[in-house]
């Protein structure tokens, strides 16, 4: 449990950076390094917040940051944590990319590391398409929505990375939003307080990329979770746990809020609704089934 | 013959290129600056004018991977990329240089990370000077669209067989909008006729790309180097043909200025446009200097670059790359005039890096100074800071 | 060549005014170019664009440093260094305001002339929003003369297939004629 009293009134992530108005990215990483602290050194590769931070001499961040180029962080990371265990230095390395830089260029390295069990939080801030370069599909892109190589709507679904992770057996995963912040830093410490692989997804929405008015960043993170289409789950130890947040509302008053999603016909608009709804069941399934697994991790 | 005039940025015209050449297999990774081109090929295949397969891959390797199946395949495949994604890709450079698959890539150069840097230099692209690839440098929006058509034409012949890198400076070009005549399908299907090349035959199967050992491995690269020597004569008919066709006269190298130069600018990309501003200049104020542009950068064209210096004093060469301690076509230009009859000095530069702006100003005021000292020994690599 | 420089804030479709107005030029006969600043752009951080018309091919790949005309979306940007740089007398200056152009004239300290013309209020009259870009449009071609009314007409068209165009046109019209003269 995460109160806002015990909150740090340190901020991490400063002001005067250069995101859009009302990105989701910047809400979730600020209250990630709230939770974080000082003692944490980032690993990110190229992404909305590789520039956000800023041009030189300029950064955004009050913790030590590393750039590395793209799909290659997990490896930059791997080799940092490795340094400093030989060195018996003790710091956090948190790697912090987007959905492109894992779920497609990075995943091979992502993978690897997960294997591996490397000691580190792996943050994945999923705004669902290639935002730093205008707006092109990624593999988490949703169906339907349209983007610059997409023009007339992705056909593909998102691919589930959280699952994939899960698959991995690490230590920890967990899916997030911003529209839930004390969730989020309840994972957040949750996954601090353990080593190995952890990983957390977490859904940020983005203005100017979903298009949708800058004030409904959070509203947004809450509908997702609420319509099904980005539900809320932990994995640890092998099992998997639901968190159903409030009654189901239909994914059609989550669509129709986003200009990504303006094209939709009715039949594209009953088949996510069916789609969602099957998917959310096979997670059911999935935390049903996997609460009778005993490991020792 | 009706050309229509449109008002293109670099990225927009490479993606008229495309269309014109009827592409088949699309597969691209977006990076800063290319991004505005693979999107307006996925806009044109949207809309039914151009019939072709966009693969999204998830990384540039993967990008080139999936254009040599494609050629492989018998397919007319294009791709795009920068900087990163150009490294990213290498082993693959290689992999259709040697292997001898005709794919066409748009390459919109930009500076080498690290540190982050979005704007242009040359590196990216010069650095792949050896893998195998033709390598040709436009310094405008027509010049993008037009090379994109002959690329395919002189990378399919079957003299020739070499994939072509089309390369222009991120932002200077590819997001500058300029008057671009669009030339008309049916004429650009005369020019470029449907790629036909199926190397898969099931009736009599082959094997393609399995070891070798040493001798055959020789033999192979020999092969190689024989179609790469053949290249350049196809370029030049290529532009020939063009010419003929659509009036607009490419060569491997390009001079330009009013006069008897003693002394030439040798520059490419957006550099050479930028010089071609300042020889303008200097030419109106008297100063006898010209420019040589080099368009073509694989094959070097030892020859014409040779003829084109015959009585000239001296060669200010402007780089925008860097190889260590020296510019990348600096050690190209020195290298094709050892063996030359006439040797003009040397004088190299390196400018414009990490997509500092190359003023016209700042060359005038760079070739005035230097005609001031030209009877001198070059005094080795000059970096030249450039401000309005 | 005429050289210009636009300037306002992200959001604002600096960059497009600078393409309109080139391809307007361009169907009016003239060689040109535009381009926008190369920087990260974020809703509401200072933008610049650059545009030429010429009757010869351009060559140059450089900043517009001293512009014959700058054209400013948002007047609060008048008070920043990069806004004013590399002014020269002559300058024509088109101010997105409702002030008289004598009154931002007093705070420019170069032979230049000042325009003004209210783009946001004619732009909200015709359009419903704040579209200053379009409506700058006419303003710019009563003061430049470097390209036609029909030319806008046709360049917004082109950009923007599914524009609501006579309501926009009605917008670029009321801007050419009511712009106003410093002289005057």
Same mark, same amino acid.
């Given at each position: 449990m995460?109160?806002?009293?015990?909150?740090?009134?340190?901020?991490?992530?400063?002001?005067?950076?250069?995101?859009?108005?009302?990105?989701?990215?910047?809400?979730?990483?600020?209250?990630?390094?709230?939770?974080?602290?000082?003692?944490?050194?980032?690993?990110?590769?190229?992404?909305?917040?590789?520039?956000?931070?800023?041009?030189?001499?300029?950064?955004?961040?009050?913790?030590?940051?590393?750039?590395?180029?793209?799909?290659a962080q997990s490896s930059f990371a791997a080799g940092l944590i490795a340094a400093y265990k030989i060195k018996g230095r003790r710091l956090k390395v948190v790697t912090l990319a987007g959905d492109g830089g894992t779920a497609d260029i990075g995943l091979h390295a992502v993978s690897a590391a997960a294997e591996r069990g490397d000691d580190v939080l792996y943050i994945c801030y999923d705004n669902e398409a290639y935002m730093n370069t205008g707006v092109q599909r990624s593999s988490l892109t949703p169906y339907g929505a349209k983007t610059g190589t997409d023009p007339k709507g992705k056909l593909e679904w998102k691919k589930n990375l959280p699952l994939i992770m899960a698959a991995h057996n690490v230590t920890y995963v967990a899916t997030a939003s911003v529209g839930y912040p004390f969730d989020l830093m309840r994972k957040v410490k949750k996954a601090a307080s353990l080593s190995g692989f952890r990983y957390i997804h977490i859904l940020t929405p983005c203005p100017p990329g979903w298009g949708f008015s800058e004030n409904l960043t959070a509203e947004l993170g809450r509908l997702a979770v609420r319509c099904g289409i980005f539900p809320l789950f932990e994995v640890e130890g092998g099992k998997l746990t639901l968190h159903k947040v409030g009654s189901r509302i239909p994914v059609r008053k989550y669509l129709e809020l986003q200009k990504r999603f303006e094209d939709l016909t009715e039949d594209q608009i009953q088949y996510i609704q069916k789609r969602v709804d099957e998917d959310l069941r096979y997670l059911e399934i999935i935390e049903k089934v996997t609460s009778e697994v005993k490991r020792d991790g | 013959m009706v050309e229509q005039v449109e008002v293109l940025t670099g990225n927009a015209a490479a993606a008229y290129g495309v269309k014109l050449s009827r592409a088949q297999v699309i597969a691209a990774y977006p990076i800063t600056p290319q991004t505005t081109l693979v999107e307006r090929i996925a806009e044109f295949i949207a809309k039914g004018e151009l019939k072709a397969e966009y693969i999204k891959v998830e990384s540039e390797h993967s990008a080139l991977a999936a254009c040599i199946g494609a050629s492989l395949g018998g397919a007319r495949a294009f791709t795009a990329t920068s900087a990163q994604g150009l490294l990213l890709m290498q082993e693959m450079l290689f992999w259709a240089g040697y292997g001898r698959t005709p794919v066409v890539m748009a390459v919109v150069t930009r500076a080498i990370a690290p540190p982050w840097n979005m704007w242009s230099e040359h590196t990216d692209a010069l650095a792949q000077r050896d893998t195998g690839w033709i390598q040709i440098f436009c310094h405008n929006n027509q010049e993008v669209l037009d090379t994109i058509i002959q690329a395919y034409k002189i990378s399919e012949d079957k003299r020739v067989m070499l994939p072509v890198m089309v390369c222009f400076d991120g932002f200077e070009i590819s997001h500058t909008a300029e008057n671009v005549l669009v030339p008309e399908q049916s004429d650009v299907d005369s020019f470029l006729p449907p790629y036909n090349n199926d190397l898969i035959d099931v009736e009599k199967p082959k094997?393609?790309?399995?070891?070798?050992?040493?001798?055959?491995?020789?033999?192979?690269?020999?092969?190689?180097?024989?179609?790469?020597?053949?290249?350049?004569?196809?370029?030049?008919?290529?532009?020939?043909?063009?010419?003929?066709?659509?009036?607009?006269?490419?060569?491997?190298?390009?001079?330009?200025?009013?006069? #008897?130069?003693? &002394?030439? @600018?040798?520059?490419?990309?957006?550099?050479?446009? +930028?010089?071609?501003? *300042? $020889?303008?200049? =200097?030419?109106?104020?008297?100063?006898?200097?010209?420019?040589?542009?080099?368009?073509?950068?694989?094959?070097?064209?030892?020859?014409?670059?040779?003829?084109?210096?015959?009585?000239?004093?001296?060669?200010?060469?402007?780089?925008?790359?860097?190889?260590?301690?020296?510019?990348?076509?600096?050690?190209?230009?020195?290298?094709?005039?050892?063996?030359?009859?006439?040797?003009?000095?040397?004088? #190299?530069?390196? &400018?414009? @890096?990490?997509?500092?702006?190359?003023?016209?100003? +700042?060359?005038?005021? *760079? $070739?005035?100074? =230097?005609?001031?000292?030209?009877?001198?020994?070059?005094?080795?690599?000059?970096?030249?800071?450039?401000?309005? | 060549m005429i050289e210009l420089r636009f300037h306002g804030r992200g959001g604002q479709g600096v960059a497009t005014a600078a393409e309109l107005f080139a391809r307007a030029a361009a169907y009016d006969g003239w060689f040109?170019?535009?381009?926008?600043?190369?920087?990260?752009?974020?809703?509401?951080?200072?933008?610049?664009?650059?545009?030429?018309?010429?009757?010869?091919?351009?060559?140059?790949r450089e900043p517009v440093y001293n512009p014959d005309i700058?054209?400013?979306?948002?007047?609060?940007?008048?008070?920043?260094?990069?806004?004013?740089?590399?002014?020269?007398?002559?300058?024509?200056?088109?101010?997105?305001?409702?002030?008289?152009?004598?009154?931002?004239?007093?705070?420019?300290?170069?032979?230049?002339?000042?325009?003004?013309?209210?783009?946001?209020?004619?732009?909200?009259?015709?359009?419903?929003?704040?579209?200053?870009?379009?409506t700058l449009l006419g303003s710019l071609a009563s003061i430049s003369k470097l390209f036609s009314l029909n030319s806008i007409r046709r360049s917004i068209l082109y950009r923007f297939p599914k524009i609501n165009i006579e309501a926009t046109m009605k917008a670029v019209e009321e801007a050419a004629n009511r712009v106003v003269d410093m002289r005057y």
């Amino acid at each position: 449990m995460v109160t806002i009293n015990e909150l740090t009134d340190d901020e991490f992530l400063l002001k005067g950076n250069s995101a859009c108005a009302g990105c989701g990215a910047t809400m979730a990483i600020r209250w990630v390094l709230k939770i974080l602290g000082k003692d944490t050194v980032l690993v990110m590769p190229a992404g909305c917040v590789s520039v956000f931070q800023g041009m030189f001499p300029a950064s955004a961040f009050g913790v030590p940051v590393v750039d590395s180029s793209f799909g290659a962080q997990s490896s930059f990371a791997a080799g940092l944590i490795a340094a400093y265990k030989i060195k018996g230095r003790r710091l956090k390395v948190v790697t912090l990319a987007g959905d492109g830089g894992t779920a497609d260029i990075g995943l091979h390295a992502v993978s690897a590391a997960a294997e591996r069990g490397d000691d580190v939080l792996y943050i994945c801030y999923d705004n669902e398409a290639y935002m730093n370069t205008g707006v092109q599909r990624s593999s988490l892109t949703p169906y339907g929505a349209k983007t610059g190589t997409d023009p007339k709507g992705k056909l593909e679904w998102k691919k589930n990375l959280p699952l994939i992770m899960a698959a991995h057996n690490v230590t920890y995963v967990a899916t997030a939003s911003v529209g839930y912040p004390f969730d989020l830093m309840r994972k957040v410490k949750k996954a601090a307080s353990l080593s190995g692989f952890r990983y957390i997804h977490i859904l940020t929405p983005c203005p100017p990329g979903w298009g949708f008015s800058e004030n409904l960043t959070a509203e947004l993170g809450r509908l997702a979770v609420r319509c099904g289409i980005f539900p809320l789950f932990e994995v640890e130890g092998g099992k998997l746990t639901l968190h159903k947040v409030g009654s189901r509302i239909p994914v059609r008053k989550y669509l129709e809020l986003q200009k990504r999603f303006e094209d939709l016909t009715e039949d594209q608009i009953q088949y996510i609704q069916k789609r969602v709804d099957e998917d959310l069941r096979y997670l059911e399934i999935i935390e049903k089934v996997t609460s009778e697994v005993k490991r020792d991790g | 013959m009706v050309e229509q005039v449109e008002v293109l940025t670099g990225n927009a015209a490479a993606a008229y290129g495309v269309k014109l050449s009827r592409a088949q297999v699309i597969a691209a990774y977006p990076i800063t600056p290319q991004t505005t081109l693979v999107e307006r090929i996925a806009e044109f295949i949207a809309k039914g004018e151009l019939k072709a397969e966009y693969i999204k891959v998830e990384s540039e390797h993967s990008a080139l991977a999936a254009c040599i199946g494609a050629s492989l395949g018998g397919a007319r495949a294009f791709t795009a990329t920068s900087a990163q994604g150009l490294l990213l890709m290498q082993e693959m450079l290689f992999w259709a240089g040697y292997g001898r698959t005709p794919v066409v890539m748009a390459v919109v150069t930009r500076a080498i990370a690290p540190p982050w840097n979005m704007w242009s230099e040359h590196t990216d692209a010069l650095a792949q000077r050896d893998t195998g690839w033709i390598q040709i440098f436009c310094h405008n929006n027509q010049e993008v669209l037009d090379t994109i058509i002959q690329a395919y034409k002189i990378s399919e012949d079957k003299r020739v067989m070499l994939p072509v890198m089309v390369c222009f400076d991120g932002f200077e070009i590819s997001h500058t909008a300029e008057n671009v005549l669009v030339p008309e399908q049916s004429d650009v299907d005369s020019f470029l006729p449907p790629y036909n090349n199926d190397l898969i035959d099931v009736e009599k199967p082959k094997l393609l790309w399995n070891g070798v050992y040493p001798e055959d491995a020789f033999k192979f690269r020999f092969i190689f180097y024989e179609a790469a020597q053949r290249s350049l004569s196809v370029v030049e008919e290529v532009h020939y043909d063009f010419y003929s066709r659509f009036g607009r006269r490419y060569g491997a190298i390009e001079i330009y200025g009013e006069c #008897e130069p003693k &002394v030439f @600018l040798v520059a490419m990309g957006s550099v050479a446009s +930028s010089a071609k501003a *300042a $020889v303008d200049v =200097l030419n109106r104020e008297g100063y006898p200097v010209g420019l040589i542009r080099i368009r073509l950068f694989r094959p070097f064209p030892t020859f014409e670059l040779q003829r084109a210096v015959e009585g000239a004093e001296a060669l200010v060469i402007l780089d925008r790359s860097l190889s260590f301690t020296r510019g990348i076509l600096s050690t190209e230009v020195a290298g094709a005039l050892y063996n030359a009859k006439w040797r003009p000095k040397i004088f #190299e530069y390196i &400018v414009g @890096l990490g997509g500092a702006v190359v003023s016209h100003k +700042s060359l005038v005021e *760079a $070739v005035k100074h =230097l005609l001031a000292r030209v009877d001198e020994k070059p005094k080795g690599v000059v970096w030249l800071k450039s401000e309005g | 060549m005429i050289e210009l420089r636009f300037h306002g804030r992200g959001g604002q479709g600096v960059a497009t005014a600078a393409e309109l107005f080139a391809r307007a030029a361009a169907y009016d006969g003239w060689f040109v170019q535009s381009t926008p600043f190369f920087g990260a752009e974020r809703r509401g951080a200072l933008v610049v664009a650059y545009a030429r018309a010429s009757d010869s091919r351009i060559w140059l790949r450089e900043p517009v440093y001293n512009p014959d005309i700058l054209v400013v979306f948002d007047q609060r940007a008048l008070s920043e260094e990069s806004v004013l740089s590399g002014l020269k007398d002559g300058c024509k200056i088109l101010v997105n305001s409702n002030w008289h152009p004598k009154d931002i004239k007093a705070s420019i300290d170069k032979e230049v002339d000042v325009y003004t013309v209210d783009a946001t209020e004619i732009s909200v009259k015709y359009l419903g929003r704040p579209i200053i870009n379009t409506t700058l449009l006419g303003s710019l071609a009563s003061i430049s003369k470097l390209f036609s009314l029909n030319s806008i007409r046709r360049s917004i068209l082109y950009r923007f297939p599914k524009i609501n165009i006579e309501a926009t046109m009605k917008a670029v019209e009321e801007a050419a004629n009511r712009v106003v003269d410093m002289r005057y």
